[in-house]
């Protein structure tokens, strides 16, 4: 009976950390419209979130869009159909490529950051501080950083699918003799408004994903040194298998359901 106790106790456990961030996630909600709003806070990570990820987002969509490009080529060549290479391209992208990869360079670097950062407060006791300055550690570093997540990912998304659309056109045309002007017409004319409008939504939720985690590892990391780099580490994991198991249950509602 022993493997069997320590699977019903790892099960448990999942079950009660699925908890524990439910309710994390449902105080944080319940809190972003409640005064005091800290703006300086928002702002900072509107930046950090934001304009300093797009490089590493840029360069994952424009590789991406390459290779993609390359690879359908590839494929459709051998039933003669490499004419479909602008369409695919564009689907690919708009509708899974472009939201998981911007998802999961946020998961890395942001959700790191945001772990790493909280979780060095807990450790120095600054988030004692606040409460004894009578400053809502909720409102001060988790609500900022989930509202400013879910507002500016859905750009990132929507730079980082313009720039993989981008990537597949600039090797279709320079390198595998595709028309410039057929291989964007026929790429604005085989997107649809559903195609954007998931790609958007899924951004928002993998950008609230991705800063939840964040924050909730961070504040229940362990003491230490150890304890700052295990809470950064099972942020990341957490927020990559939640906009994973996040693009499923969206690909399905929009485009199966």
């Known amino acids: 009976m022993k493997p069997l106790a320590l699977l019903g106790r790892a099960v448990l456990a999942a079950l009660a950390m699925i908890g524990r961030i439910a309710l994390f996630a449902f105080d944080a909600v319940s809190h972003i419209l409640r ?11 509107l930046m950090n979130i934001g304009w300093l990820s797009l490089p590493v987002v840029g ?3 424009v590789f991406t869009g390459g290779a993609l490009a390359l690879q359908i080529y590839a494929g459709g060549s051998r039933f003669n159909a490499e004419a479909v290479v602008p369409q695919i391209v564009a689907v690919g992208m708009v509708r899974e490529l472009g939201p998981v990869l911007v998802g999961l360079m946020i998961a890395a670097r942001v959700t790191s ?21 009578s400053t809502h550690p909720m409102k001060y570093l988790t609500v900022p950083r989930v509202l400013a997540a879910v507002l500016v990912v859905p750009l990132l998304v929507g730079v980082g699918d313009i720039i993989g659309i981008f990537g597949g056109y600039a090797v279709a045309t320079g390198t595998l ?25 899924k951004g928002a939720v993998f950008g609230f994903a991705a800063a939840l985690m964040g924050c909730y590892h961070g504040m229940n990391s362990g003491r230490g040194a150890m304890g700052v780099g295990r809470a950064t580490k099972t942020a990341v994991e ?9 693009n499923f249950v969206l690909t399905g509602v929009f485009f199966t359901l």
Do not use: C, H, W
């Open 35 to 45: 005064p005091p709003f800290y703006g300086r806070e928002f702002l900072s990570a």
């Open 177 to 201: 003799g595709f028309n410039p002007a057929a291989y964007i017409r026929n790429t604005v004319n085989f997107l649809e408004p559903l195609d954007v409008i998931s790609s958007l939504t």
């Open 59 to 61: 360069l994952t969509a």
């Open 113 to 133: 950051s945001i772990a790493a950062e909280i979780a060095t407060m807990k450790v120095t006791e600054q988030i004692d501080a606040l409460v004894t300055l």
């Open 238 to 246: 957490g927020a990559a298998i939640l906009i994973l198991a996040a």
